[in-house]
């Protein structure tokens, strides 16, 4: 099992600045994808960002320019800063951990876009 634990989450206005962590535990050794995604009140999940272990990255076109996702020096924590964020950000952002062992979900971090 994986457990993935999010924070950074919280209110802010347009335009602002966000920093999202999510650090994996657990079996998370070996190839893996960690990465970030979000649900809107009423919308279905979507991807924001990805990020394998061999660097690859995978954005949005909606977050492209404006996200960043990457690991930190201890590989089992994935940050995602967000800028420029707009009231469309708005949503429950969720850290995905997917392996051949299978694929894990965070509880989520609530970030709150105002005008």
């Known amino acids: 099992q994986v457990q993935l634990v999010e924070s950074g989450g919280g209110l802010v206005q347009a335009g602002g600045s966000l920093r999202l962590s999510c650090t994996a535990s657990?079996?998370?050794?070996?190839?893996?994808?960690m990465g970030w995604y979000r649900q809107a009140p009423g919308k279905q999940r979507e991807l924001v960002a990805t990020?394998?272990?061999?660097?690859?990255?995978n954005y949005a076109d909606s977050v492209k320019g404006r996200f960043t996702i990457s690991r930190a020096d201890a590989k089992n924590v994935v940050l995602l800063q967000m800028n420029s964020l707009k009231l469309e950000d708005t949503a429950v952002y969720y850290c995905?951990?997917?392996?051949?062992?299978?694929?894990?979900w965070g509880r989520g971090t609530e970030v709150t876009v105002s005008a």
């Open positions: 995905n951990f997917a392996s051949y062992r299978g694929t894990f």
């Open positions: 657990g079996f998370i050794s070996g190839s893996n994808n």
């Open positions: 990020l394998s272990s061999g660097g690859l990255t």
